[in-house]
């Protein structure tokens, strides 16, 4: 089976993750110091948000130049350093790739905007106006898609903010030269991209309005009906689904095998189109359901079912708690350390790739940075919004309380920098950071480590298929996973009650977590424990 079918990922967010030069902001050096306890946690892949140059009005996603390091975060030897390094140590690297918009300050947009004769003018989306903008779209972040600009009297358009002007994929030139980005670092030997907005790439060419729609706010799984409006012309274009593909053709020639991971979002039906329909377009896609789970062993259930049902092999499935757009998990579950753990045990044993933010495997906890003090550009954008109001409404806008640094020890700042971090770390214990929780057997980083180890050693877990399975109190979840002859079973308890479970007999214990105990054959599950055990099917 494919390596990327059976991998974990760990995303890191180069602002927060680690300082070497004591300038406040995380850097490549930094995590080059943080390699081997990430290898020692059991990471399998390392996803590395942008540290492209940019201006970071949108803090790396709004790029300037592709093929360079921003001075912030180091240089180009520093960064093939990280990716060898990465190798020596048996994982490997996925970039984030921001193929639908560039910086407004990129040399294409620079020359595309200074006169309509300019040879990179269709480099863009342009449009003339007269005195209104050329259609009703609406972008993802819920202003007007068009954007005047007086030099040349025309409007440009962009799907995020007025600062990330979209390319124009109906441009052969275009295509050409982001396939030569891909190709850049494919041979540094990268071994994956993660496609940012990959929904929003093509636009309909008739530029007719959207359709209306009752719906007002979008969820992480949902933008194609928002701000009402139906994104018929704007967003899940046949176009991309098309492009999916093209891409995948392109980057299957190298001989590291590399994957590509969307953004997308929308139904499981506009997610298999991007998956093409004999797996022939992004090799994975981020399934955002556990962004919004219920802590119910039925919607657990339900949950795999449906992608049992939906996405069969060779389709592999994805489990994401988080992201640096997202409110921490930890947050959504109360701090409830013990539920962390039943969530993550979820994530790891499904069939399917367990995406981790950094800071999941400690309980990193959010702040509560008001949105008029926001770095967030969408904050900014939404500064006069009270943040109990958006927390009310369930909306999250400052994204920089899901993004402060990672909490490694008890000195300056966390361990984060030796100078002032450039968003506050917050009050924290020593039982929250990575040195403090390493040193307790039955920390949540340790939990993590387990559940890493456990999957990269055990094929079943990687490979094998999955059933649901009726257990002895609705509280518990049960599922098998099957391999050949080999079978892991998982039993989780969502529930505060003590559930019984009868084990297969042969049964070996591979796992357990939580309080959960063997006792004469039977398992004894106290409220939010787990087991894993794996039997063989021949005597
Ligand atoms: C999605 C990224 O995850 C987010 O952080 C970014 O602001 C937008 N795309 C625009 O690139």
Known sequence: MEWWKQTSIYQIYPWSFQDSNGDGIGDLQGILGRLDQIQDLGVETIWFSPFYQSPGQDFGYDISDYTSIDPRFGTMETCDRLINEI?????????????????????????????????????????????????????????????????????????????????????????????????????????????????SIYKDESFKDNPFS????PTPDNHDEAFF???????????????????????????????????????????KSFLGEKADGLNLVFQFE?????????????????????FPAPFTPTYVLGNHDQRRYIDRLGGDLRKAKVLSAFQFLARGIPVVYYGDEIGRQEGRISNFLGKDPIAKMNRFVPLFLSNLLGIYINR???????????????????????????????????SGQKK????????????????????????????????????????????????????????????????????????????????????????????????????
């Not at 219920?294 to 657990?300: L, M, N, P, T, V």
């Not at 899901?402 to 039982?431: H, Q, Y």
């Open 229 to 271: 409006q139906k994104k018929q012309y704007n967003l899940n274009l046949p176009e991309s689904f098309q492009f999916a593909k093209e891409v995948r053709k392109h980057i299957s020639k190298y001989k590291q095998k590399p994957f590509l991971v969307g953004e997308v979002s929308g139904s499981d039906s506009v997610l």
């Open 440 to 539: 307790k057997e039955n920390s949540l980083w340790n939990h993590y480590r387990s559940l890493f180890h456990l999957r990269k050693g055990n094929s079943v877990i990687k490979e094998g298929n999955l059933e649901t399975k009726s257990s002895s109190h609705s509280d518990v979840l049960c599922f098998e996973r099957k391999l050949k002859e080999k079978v892991v079973v998982v039993y989780l308890n969502f529930g505060e009650e003590n559930g019984k479970e009868s084990i297969p007999k042969g049964s070996k214990l591979l796992y357990q977590f939580g309080g959960a105990e063997v006792k004469g054959g039977d398992l004894q599950l106290v409220g939010h424990s787990g087991a894993v055990f794996e039997f063989g099917l021949r005597k």
């Open 290 to 310: 556990l962004i919004h789970f219920e802590y119910k062993s039925k919607f657990f259930i339900d949950l795999l079912e449906k992608n049992e049902r939906e």
């Open 400 to 434: 920089d309380n899901c993004r402060l640094p990672m909490l490694w020890d008890d000195s300056n700042e966390a361990g984060f920098t030796t100078g002032k971090s450039w968003l506050p770390v917050g009050k924290f214990k020593i039982s929250d950071t990575v």
């Open 87 to 199: 190798h020596k140590r048996k994982m490997k690297v996925v970039l984030d790739m921001v193929m639908n918009h560039t910086s407004d300050k990129h040399p294409w947009f620079l020359e595309s905007k200074s006169s309509k004769e300019s040879s990179k003018r269709d480099f863009y989306i342009w449009r003339k106006g007269k005195n209104k903008k050329p259609n009703n779209w609406i972008s993802m972040v819920g202003t007007p898609g068009w954007n005047y600009d007086k030099s040349t009297d025309e409007f440009y358009y962009s799907n995020f903010l007025s600062f990330q002007p979209d390319l124009n994929y109906r441009n052969p030139k275009v295509k050409k030269e982001m396939f030569g980005v891909l190709d850049f670092w494919l041979k540094k030997g990268v071994d994956g991209f993660r496609l940012d907005i990959f929904n």
């Open 214 to 217: 009752f719906r007002f706010f």
